[in-house]
């Protein structure tokens, strides 16, 4: 997959009190990370229908359920 927003986030620049790799890592559900990534996969060629798309795709499909200041932080530090 070759997205170009996902590279550009940046862990530090969207949260502040990050977490080391190690306990990130161990809160990660294996299960859930794959099926997430299939569907990524899967529905990859929305991604890339106008420069928007991308953004629009995750924010709609990804985290439609996260507050409205967690949205425009998320797009605040592309």
Known sequence: M??????????KEFY????????LV???HLENAIEFLVLINKNEQLLYQNEHSEISFILREWIPDTSEDFKTNFIRVL
């Open 2 to 11: 070759k997205t170009k927003l996902i590279s550009r986030l940046g862990y």
């Open 16 to 23: 502040k009190n990050s977490e080391s790799m190690d306990v």
């Open 26 to 28: 161990k809160q990660i």
